[in-house]
């Protein structure tokens, strides 16, 4: 009997549990080698593996974070959510459009109509957008791996590129999110006139 698939099954999870547990293994055998050796390339797949399990780890534990602060209740009305007038012509030259539909989501059915309301989805995508700005602040963090280990240049540049990669998936949720602000208003306004 073939097993139905599950339209909001995402291989991300996965994927990233999966690279975190191999960069903390690689971590550990790289460095009892190292230390037992002291072989120096040893010394660099280590820091290169704890690099990895580290910023997979804090994609794990931002969620969390957040949902102590703000038990994943927003505002979208907050200024911070507010599109600014100068991202529509970035998304353009980006061509956010084209390519956003490409793009993996840990839990697709966040952002499912069938699932939840519009206004749940547009506070899921504030959640969503809060996470990655978080993730991208504490990639930043793993510089301080440069006092023990050296390295600065290395530390900078992984946490540089970590942050833009999760840029993406903040600039997705900014350049969406408009949309469906519009139709729940659209929406409020029939209903309203229903009403009168």
């Known amino acids: 009997m073939k097993r139905k698939k599950d339209e909001y099954y995402s291989p991300l999870p996965k994927m990233m549990l999966t690279v975190m547990l191999i960069g903390l293994f690689g971590c550990v055998i790289c460095s009892i080698l190292y230390y037992t050796s002291h072989i120096q390339w040893l010394f660099s797949c280590a820091i290169t593996f704890g690099v990895i399990a580290y910023h997979l780890l804090i994609r794990f534990i931002s969620p969390p974070i957040l949902f102590l602060v703000f038990k994943n ?37 966040e952002f499912s109509g069938k699932v939840h309301t519009i206004e749940e989805i547009i506070n899921n995508m504030c959640n969503a957008e809060v996470v990655h700005e978080l993730i991208v602040v504490l990639s930043f963090t793993s510089l301080f791996f440069s006092i023990p280990f050296g390295s600065f240049d290395v530390f900078l540049i992984t946490a540089i590129l970590a942050a833009l990669f999760d840029s993406i998936f903040i600039v997705v949720q900014r350049f969406n999110r408009p949309r469906l602000v519009a139709i729940l208003n659209k929406q409020r306004a029939i209903s309203d006139n229903q009403i009168d």
């Open 73 to 109: 209740k927003y505002n979208y009305k907050w200024s911070w959510f507010q599109q600014k007038s100068w991202e529509p012509k970035i998304y353009r030259f980006l061509k956010v459009k084209n390519w956003k539909k490409h793009i993996m989501t840990y839990d697709p059915s």
